[in-house]
């Protein structure tokens, strides 16, 4: 029999990779959209005609009901958020309600339509922020430094919340960042594969970052929805750190991408005030031991072909 699945989110980086994720192993995939007068599909653009699409939104839980009963599915995987950081500061309250209060309102209509679905929600490395703590496993506490970081951490606490009142089979995917040529310009990583394409081609000249120094675990998005799926697949319902284990700065992510079309950063790289966070995080690194045992889960790309990947991406695009 098919297994159904629902991703909210679906047009995000890591939607678009999950839903080609399950389509190729079967599944009949359902896909919930926010309104929007146009635009905001590319991501899966190419999988259109294999998925079933639904408008309703994280703030309205009556359409979050109506979506459950018309697609039935067997998992349902809460990628939705307001997920960039900066915007979590400029708009704090729309960000609380859509990545915290959104995930409680999809729970109870979940517990409503079928308790029986199995639930996913993405949790993210920045509930951890400013912990002294390294590396940052499934134990380590949370002291999250932003209104988006608060929000993951009020999530991540009422699923696990849920599974222990109610039996509900939910999980939580504690991510680390984990990146791809479908994140979106804004993210520092995107942002500087872009502008090395765009440098490379004699179409701009500098690129403004804020904290160089600041070191993320970053991963390849494919390799990291698998891990939702083996979550979901898993014999018992639990938590997990996804991450590669190994730290780099964007000073480093920098350096390695205008390298790979034989240029030097600091040619281009120029230091924007304007750019640092209020309350930055210095250092994220994560121990996915716990996947690694449990579910079986590797990291399959590497940091450098990460980057690489993701600046020949841009390059061909530029061409195109």
């Known amino acids: 029999m098919t297994?159904?699945?629902?991703?909210?989110?679906?047009?995000?980086?890591?939607?678009?990779?999950?839903?080609?994720?399950?389509?190729?192993?079967?599944?009949?995939?359902?896909?919930?959209?926010?309104?929007?007068?146009?635009?905001?599909?590319?991501?899966?653009?190419?999988?259109?005609?294999?998925l079933s699409l639904h408008e309703a939104d994280l703030l309205d839980p009556s359409s979050l009901v109506r979506v459950l009963e018309?697609?039935?599915?067997?998992?349902?995987?809460?990628?939705?958020?307001?997920?960039?950081?900066?915007?979590?500061?400029?708009?704090?309250v729309l960000t609380g309600e859509f990545t915290a209060l959104g995930?409680?309102?999809?729970?109870?209509?979940?517990?409503?339509?079928?308790?029986?679905i199995r639930f996913y929600q993405a949790s993210s490395s920045e509930m951890f922020g400013a912990v002294p703590a390294e590396p940052q496993t499934e134990r380590t506490p949370f002291w999250p430094r932003s209104p988006y970081a608060v929000?993951?951490?009020?999530?991540?606490?009422?699923?696990?919340?849920?599974?222990?009142?109610?039996?509900?089979?939910?999980?939580?995917?504690?991510?680390?960042?984990?990146?791809?040529?479908?994140?979106?310009?804004e993210f520092v990583t995107r942002k500087t594969s872009l502008a090395v394409a765009r440098i490379q081609a004699g179409l701009q000249d500098k690129l403004k970052l804020g904290?160089?120094?600041?070191?993320?675990?970053?991963?390849?998005?494919?390799?990291?929805?698998?891990?939702?799926?083996?979550?979901?697949?898993?014999?018992?319902?639990?938590?997990y750190v996804i991450a590669t284990g190994v730290r780099h700065s964007v000073r480093e992510f920098a350096q390695e991408a205008f390298a790979h079309v034989g240029l030097d950063y600091r040619d281009h790289v120029e230091v924007d005030p304007g750019l640092i966070r209020p309350a930055d995080v210095p250092a994220l690194c994560g121990d996915a031991s716990k996947a690694r045992a449990q579910l079986g889960w590797e990291p399959q790309v590497s940091f450098s072909d990460l980057v690489r990947m993701m600046v020949d991406a841009d390059r061909r695009q530029l061409e195109a």
């Open 151 to 185: 929000a993951k951490v009020y999530g991540h606490g009422i699923t696990v919340n849920y599974r222990e009142s109610y039996g509900l089979f939910a999980c939580c995917g504690i991510l680390f960042n984990h990146e791809s040529p479908r994140r979106g310009p």
């Open 103 to 116: 995930v409680v309102r999809l729970l109870e209509a979940v517990r409503q339509v079928n308790p029986q």
């Open 211 to 239: 904290n160089l120094d600041a070191q993320r675990d970053w991963g390849f998005a494919g390799d990291y929805v698998r891990a939702m799926w083996l979550m979901l697949t898993y014999e018992r319902p639990d938590d």
């Open 3 to 50: 297994r159904r699945a629902l991703i909210t989110g679906i047009t995000g980086q890591d939607g678009s990779y999950l839903a080609e994720f399950l389509l190729d192993k079967g599944y009949a995939v359902h896909g919930m959209l926010r309104r929007r007068s146009s635009g905001g599909e590319e991501r899966i653009e190419h999988l259109k005609d294999r």
């Open 70 to 92: 018309a697609a039935q599915p067997d998992e349902v995987y809460n990628l939705a958020a307001q997920s960039f950081i900066p915007t979590s500061f400029a708009q704090p």
